[in-house]
């Protein structure tokens, strides 16, 4: 299903605090240096048009919320889709995750990741593409909080036993817990835009949850 055109950025928006490069990030990394206060720090990778994260931070304002998108047009929409509502807790990042994770990100600094319908990258030469591969889960894990969170969903069902038996081998991470799916109270009460596409199409989303053990 291919995916809709995205809608027009309004040209009034001032994007610059919800916008950033890898290279905006603090060196030594301080979450205040993005959302001037200590809080709490949830990351999405790979936020697509920006619901889940405009969502997340919506209904939890103690909490502050980034997200990573390698697309530019997505990752000014998903700016853009939060400037509008003019959340002071959510901030967009045009990079790559990878090297965000690993050069940036200290031990025990994140709350929750959260990893959300994937691409999957069928193709065998594709495979060190893929986002949750043996080095990725290895960073999330050190960069969790003890009692903090990966949130993994799919609807690619190969993918998601795969994943399940990676974070087996390669993390000490507690899961997969069920995360059980719930009926939307309205037509944007979803995850995702994806998990919107799959569910009104009557297919399965696989959902699991892992947690870090507490020290």
Known sequence: MPRRALRKIDPTLELS?????PADLPRHWDAVTLFDRAAPLEIEVGSGKGLFLHSAA???PDHDFLGIEIATK???????R???SGLKNAV???GDAQPIFADLLPDNSIAAVHVYFPD???KKRHEKRKVLNERFVKQVERVLVPGGSLHYWTDVLDRFEATLELLAKETTLDGPLDVPERAPEHDLDYRTHFERRTRLAALPVYRAEFRKCDL
């Open 82 to 84: 939060v400037a509008g």
């Open 58 to 60: 919506s209904m939890n």
């Open 120 to 122: 999957p990258w069928w």
């Open 74 to 80: 997505y990752a000014r929409f998903a700016a853009a």
């Open 17 to 21: 605090r919800y916008l950033k490069l």
């Open 92 to 94: 967009m990042v045009h």
